[in-house]
């Protein structure tokens, strides 16, 4: 056994090293967030709260860079993962389970999509967007409340480190965060807390306004024995660790991995994100500079600069409807007079234009403003081909984001399977481990939002344009409709649409009710109904006596 000193000296080790990666990034995230996210401005370290006094505005000039941001991340929450329609469905991981299993899980995207309306999900999202957007990296936490229902906190970008394993995908993480008192004894206890803790809460120190640092690391735990469910062997390990006491203060473990870090872009083979602004930097920085020159010219404009002989000087009358006497020299020289006013206003604003275009494609405000803005103005063909053209650049990202958030979403699945709040899963959906237990396979995630579908619409624009060649070559060749399962193909394109799953039957009604159907025209065949001219003859059939 592992002695506790040593797993707190490896710890602290494992965070040294995650900070010094972090390093390197920190710079770049303190420029970004002084022209595009200024209200995160002190959000670093520890997350020691700041309060809010309008000097991390003070050097803006132009909010370009600010509106786009607000804009994408807002863009994220209408086109990725609106709170208004279902933008997820889960769906059987293999063909084997059928669609028993398919209608399953698809159940369970219902249900997952009203407990989230519930929870806090969409209000920590699109926190988490706007790092993602804002400085490359974004991150929340996933876990299960006091009261039953799901948890999310966003954990500002400059407040973690991580690394990712082999895969790619990010597996050990370490959170700096501060707790108050109050909080620190309410979450862990007192007699968790260390000596300073204890003392501080013995001599009657503020439990709401003084605090205590700590970390919280998350790696994949090593050493662990799967056929037992205890904390201590669960998939990831999970350290509290107080900073200000030096000892750890909470050990458990989580089955999946609780965070999520999602980037922007990848950039190089490091956990962090290329945020947008990054790309456009230099434009950012003269939109502030041209918009400065600009309120001077317009300033010189309305309030022009005056010269004078010295011995004008106070005589000058600027008043509105003023009277100025001026002597004969002063006269011969057209004194006083403007000076320096010929700056050209028009070209700086066309400079501008041209740099806060540059900002908005980056932060691909064409695409956004297509779906909330020229729609109406355009035909359905138009709208398809420009949704298509612009979808396509930022797909990358979209596709990034989808990778990055599989991991929570089958944590989702898992935290809300163990709370009971799905149905009873059918057979066709359990797994045997080699160890001889039986799970739960892991869904599939297909997204249905607005980008989501957009992107998917080249599938379903597959079958159509498919069906349509098939319609044509059957007038020459009819077998040709044996290659296509109806059935099939019917249910995948409603499912690429985003029907909700309750309009489709199950594979096996419909084959009940075919069979019925199949009975009655059999029944048919072998006792043909009667002509009705005949049983109305009937009666005059009889001979007359």
């Not at 607000?70 to 993962?81: D, F």
């Not at 709370?419 to 001889?436: A, E, I, N």
Request: aromatic share 10%.
């Amino acid at each position: 056994m592992e002695m506790k000193d040593d797993r707190l000296d490896r710890a602290m080790g494992t965070y040294r090293s995650l900070q010094s990666q972090r390093v390197q990034w920190e710079s770049w995230w303190d420029s970004l967030r002084g022209y595009v996210l200024p209200r995160r401005i002190g959000e670093t370290g520890y997350g020691k709260p700041s309060i809010p006094n309008g000097s991390e505005f003070d050097r803006i000039y132009d909010t370009t860079a600010v509106e786009s941001c607000q804009k994408l991340a807002s863009g994220h929450m209408s086109y990725i993962t609106p709170s208004h329609e279902l933008w997820f469905q889960w769906g059987s991981p293999d063909e084997e389970g059928g669609d028993e299993a398919e209608a399953w899980y698809n159940k369970c995207s219902e249900i997952a999509f009203q407990e989230l309306a519930v929870s806090n999900f969409y209000t920590e999202i699109h926190e988490c967007y706007l790092d993602r957007v804002g400085l490359g990296t974004g991150s929340m936490y996933v876990g299960a409340g006091a009261d039953g229902r799901l948890l999310f906190t966003n954990i500002p970008c400059g407040q973690f480190s991580c690394a990712e394993n082999d895969e790619g995908r990010v597996d050990t993480y370490c959170r700096e965060f501060s707790f108050t008192l109050h909080q620190a004894e309410g979450m862990f206890g007192k007699k968790a807390l260390g000596e300073k803790a204890n003392e501080m809460l013995a001599s009657g120190k503020d439990p709401y306004g003084s605090t205590l640092r700590f970390l919280h690391l998350v790696r994949p735990r090593k050493n662990r024995d799967k056929r037992k469910f205890s904390a201590s062997n669960m998939a990831y390990e999970s350290l509290y660790i107080s900073l200000d006491d030096h000892c750890i203060v909470e050990e458990g473990g989580y089955h999946e991995f609780p965070y999520l870090v999602t980037r922007f872009l990848k950039w190089g083979g490091g956990p962090y994100g290329l945020a947008p602004g990054r790309l456009v930097y230099p434009a950012i920085r003269q939109v502030q500079f041209l918009n400065r020159i600009l309120d001077t010219l317009g300033e010189v404009a309305a309030f022009p600069r005056i010269l004078e002989l010295a011995n004008q000087i106070g005589e000058v009358d600027l008043r509105a409807g003023g009277r100025t006497v001026i002597t004969p020299e002063a006269a011969s020289l057209q004194l006083p007079r403007e000076w320096a006013t010929q700056g050209r206003y028009d070209i700086g604003m066309d400079r501008l234009n041209q740099k806060q275009e540059e900002i908005r494609r980056a932060y691909y405000l064409p695409m956004i403003e297509l779906w909330s803005n020229n729609a109406m103005s355009m035909t359905a063909t138009e709208v398809t081909a420009r949704e298509n053209e612009r979808v396509r650049m930022f797909s990358p990202s979209f596709t990034l984001f989808v990778s990055d958030l599989y991991p929570t979403m089958c944590r989702i699945f898992s935290l809300l399977f163990r709370m009971g709040r799905f149905p009873k899963p059918p057979v066709s959906v359990l797994r045997t481990m080699g160890d001889g237990s039986v799970v739960v396979q892991e869904p599939k995630v297909v997204y249905q939002s607005k980008l989501a579908l957009v992107l998917r619409r080249l599938q379903s624009e597959g079958i159509d344009r498919s069906l349509q060649r098939l319609g044509m070559m059957m007038q020459a060749a009819p077998d040709l409709s044996d290659h296509v399962d109806w059935d099939a193909c019917f249910r995948m394109s409603s499912r690429f649409d985003g029907a909700p799953e309750r309009m489709l039957r199950s594979n096996r009604d419909v084959e009940a009710m075919r069979r019925e159907r199949l009975k009655a025209a059999r029944e048919v065949q072998v006792n043909p109904p009667s002509d009705p001219l005949d049983e109305a003859m009937k009666p005059f059939a009889i001979e007359e006596k």
